[in-house]
């Protein structure tokens, strides 16, 4: 908080023209409205302080206090402050007069510390309404774009609503919701949403809505939309927009394999027929696979065929995109080998063991039932147009990590996108083998 | 979730003021409406013997079967509790009470979709791939249906039937020696919600039903599901109450899954089993506060 201050002071020196500082702003503001001049007479906490810290007038003054010490810097930057400020802010007699008053000051001013800090309000009774909190919140929001300070000028403000008499009106508390900068606080993945990743800001607003539930104020559908645009909806990312994009994310996201790698074969291309029509030359295909599935195929046996099934829907929030898969049929169980185990493999105990141990029934830990195989899954992609063109091209640029799709014949099992009124079970549709690479064509198995 | 349902609750208030009232049970239309009558369609007002029919035949298979579910459950009293030995009963850990291996699995099963309420979503289930697994799966749309009442619609659900024994009496799930419920199920990405029905007494509890999230994840790939039962939580009518307590485990009628994600188009969800477990390191015993949140002035 101390250095949030200082940083603030410095950049008041060297900031011309620009209010930096909320509270100074708050005060500068509010004290500016006022007409009256004994705004500017109690200005500080005391008349010594007042003067000491004119005296001071360095931007390295200590002050220890909290919330006041806004205002102590006023004090102490006091004439640098309304050198610093907008012209704007300069402009009428009063403020000259404002300034001339507090250089004419002569009491000395006491040095500010915590328990010396002696709250006394320094505004006029008639002059504190809604217009001029208003016209304050208005004030700060425009000074800076980044509002800095903004959590100490909400709490100043929300301290100050009783003495306004603005504490039970909705609209101020929208307005003072509007002081925050938004969709900078909005959290970025489920761990931010989780462990409270802007925690100063988000007190504040809770500190907010309790003084509103406090004084009995219903929010309303402004409010609503206030909170989520400073603090996300529900605090859920957006889905990337470009389709390679959200690709390669929902891939990601079906992946098993962390170490699973996306590569994207084809860039979408649109060509601009004769009649100026921009049409899709190309769609952008995203394949993933991990290393494990690369082992998993290099091991397949080339007489069986893999099968390319597709399209999948997957939704994410409300987007649905589609997805193919490349895999293979279970082996019947006949041909299964059962690989012996290389007992030279490790030395440091048996691989295999051949005890005959029975598990007690209170230590079965697993559920009885038979273990569905359905299958290696080798490769995944996405595609906008899922047609057999387009998943041999994927197949081909497969073909270059995996060189053994050459040699295996490809199955097309592709299915309308929309599930009809009633599926058929397990009908292609449309069933073709599939073309290898022109290399391979000498090595490919007669089907 | 929040879905429709502001009228059935002001006709079951009304229905109750009518218990309160009436000691002697007058058949009067107020009183014997339970059901959830659809906004539009004309009440049913046939007197009960006018909705009996026969049928022989019918009549015959059913005194069959409910003669053997009766001569079942007499001899299995003398294998243990359940018709399981007592040992096995008491000691096992995982138990799976749904297993989709045929079709019969499936009529276990209800569906039911929002075109219940005049709604256009669409729900079907069949036997997945090499008829081992249930596949669920339809179009949810949430176009409300224009009855003047219903103000938010779009949602489908799988429910288990309840266990019956002979003649048709009710049955419950003993899950009181497991906490978790396992699942292996492949969806879309879409977020589902298990709902488990526990067996209430009072008639006002009718609808009283232990939620839960799942989301699931999309993809090729089978996901396990491990949910402990502390972490249902008690809702009517699909409003969340404010005065929780743990889902009692001893009369479970059904367990259902319903989808109401206000996204429109297609969905599918495979399910391979539900079972049950029983995990020791789990000892939470309810995962929401018990305390009374809105004590009464």
């Not at chain 1, 003054?61 to 919330?67: H, K, Q, V």
């Not at chain 1, 700060?140 to 403000?157: L, N, Q, T």
């Not at chain 2, 009963?89 to 699995?105: D, I, K, T």
């Not at chain 2, 292996?184 to 009072?202: H, K, L, Q, S």
Request: glycine share 6%.
């Amino acid at each position: 908080m101390l250095r949030l201050i200082y940083s603030q002071s410095a950049e008041i020196q060297r900031a011309n023209g620009e209010v930096v500082d909320a509270e100074c702003a708050f005060a500068a503001k509010i004290i500016i409205n006022e007409r009256t001049t004994r705004a500017c007479d109690s200005f500080c906490v005391s008349e010594r302080e007042r003067e000491r810290e004119r005296e001071r007038h360095a931007p390295s003054s200590y002050c220890s206090c909290t919330m006041h010490c806004a205002r102590c810097l006023l004090r102490v930057l006091g004439q640098s402050v309304y050198r610093a400020a907008r012209p704007s802010l300069l402009r009428s007699p009063q403020h000259r007069q404002v300034l001339r008053r507090f250089r004419s000051n002569d009491t000395p001013a006491e040095f500010v510390g915590a328990e010396t800090a002696v709250a006394r309000d320094p505004f006029a009774a008639e002059h504190k309404n809604e217009a001029s909190f208003a016209e304050a919140l208005r004030a700060f929001a425009e000074a800076d774009v980044r509002r800095r300070g903004h959590v100490e000028f909400i709490y100043a403000a929300l301290k100050k609503m009783p003495e306004f008499g603005v504490e039970r009106d909705l609209a101020v508390y929208n307005q003072l919701l509007d002081v925050f900068p938004k969709e900078v606080f909005v959290p970025r993945n489920f761990i931010q949403r989780m462990f409270n990743h802007y925690p100063r800001q988000q007190e504040c607003a809770v500190q907010l809505l309790e003084q509103m539930e406090n004084y009995g104020v219903m929010p309303n559908v402004e409010t609503k939309v206030l909170l989520v645009r400073i603090f996300g909806d529900k605090g859920h990312p957006r889905l990337p927009e470009d389709p390679v994009d959200l690709a390669r994310f929902s891939l990601k996201r079906i992946a098993n394999d962390l170490d699973a790698r996306v590569t994207v074969y084809q860039m979408a291309r649109t060509d601009v027929s004769r009649s100026g029509e921009q049409t899709a030359a190309a769609p952008h295909i995203v394949g993933i696979q991990s290393p494990e599935q690369m082992g998993l195929l290099g091991e397949h046996d080339p007489d069986r065929p893999v099968l390319v099934e597709g399209p999948f829907p997957l939704w994410l929030r409300k987007t649905c995109v589609h997805y193919y898969v490349l895999r293979a049929e279970p082996a019947p169980p006949e041909e299964r080998a059962e690989e012996p185990y290389d007992p030279e493999r490790c030395f440091d105990y048996p691989l295999q063991l051949d005890l005959d141990l029975d598990r007690d029934l209170g230590d079965m830990d697993t559920l009885d039932v038979e273990d569905l195989d359905e299958g290696p899954v080798y490769a995944m992609c996405m595609t906008s147009q899922g047609d057999q063109a387009t998943l041999n091209r994927w197949i081909s640029g497969l073909q270059e990590s995996n060189p053994i799709l050459g040699r295996i014949p490809t199955l097309f099992r592709l299915r309308a996108a929309a599930p009809p009124r009633e599926l058929p079970a397990e009908s292609p549709t449309d069933e073709s083998l599939g073309r290898e690479a022109p290399p391979e064509e000498a090595r490919r198995s007669a089907n | 979730m929040s879905i429709i349902l502001g009228p059935p609750s002001m006709r079951l208030l009304r229905s109750l003021q009518h218990h309160q009232y009436l000691f002697c049970p007058v058949l009067s239309r107020s009183v014997t409406q339970g059901e959830y009558r659809r906004p539009g369609k004309p009440r049913d007002n046939k007197p009960p013997w006018q909705k009996i029919n026969f049928s022989f035949s019918k009549g015959l298979d059913g005194i069959r079967k409910h003669l053997t579910l009766l001569k079942r459950e007499f001899f299995e009293r003398f294998v243990g509790p359940e018709g399981k030995p007592i040992l096995e009963h008491m000691l096992e850990q995982n138990r799976v009470v749904w297993e989709f291996r045929g079709s019969e699995s499936l009529k276990q099963w209800t569906v039911s979709s929002d075109r219940e309420i005049g709604g256009q979503s669409e729900v079907y289930l069949k036997l997945g791939r090499n008829n081992t697994t249930c596949f669920l799966y339809g179009t949810l749309r949430s176009t409300p249906p224009r009855d003047g009442e219903t103000r938010y619609s779009g949602y489908c659900s799988m429910r288990s039937k309840q266990p019956l024994a002979a003649f048709d009496r009710k049955k419950h799930h003993d899950w009181s020696s497991f906490n978790t419920l396992h699942l292996r199920v492949r969806g879309d990405g879409r977020p589902w919600m298990i709902n488990i029905a526990a067996e209430t007494y009072f008639s006002h509890q009718k609808d009283d039903i232990y939620n839960y999230f799942l989301y699931t994840r999309g993809g090729p790939y089978w996901q396990e599901v491990k949910i402990p039962f502390s972490k249902f939580f008690l809702t009517h009518r699909g409003r969340i109450q404010d005065d929780q307590h743990p889902l009692w485990l001893d009369k479970i009628n059904t367990i259902g899954f319903t989808l109401g994600d206000k996204a429109d188009g297609p969905f599918q969800l495979e399910i391979d089993y539900i079972g049950v477990s029983k995990d020791y390191a789990h000892t939470e015993e309810f995962a929401y506060e018990l305390y009374k949140r809105n004590p009464n002035v």
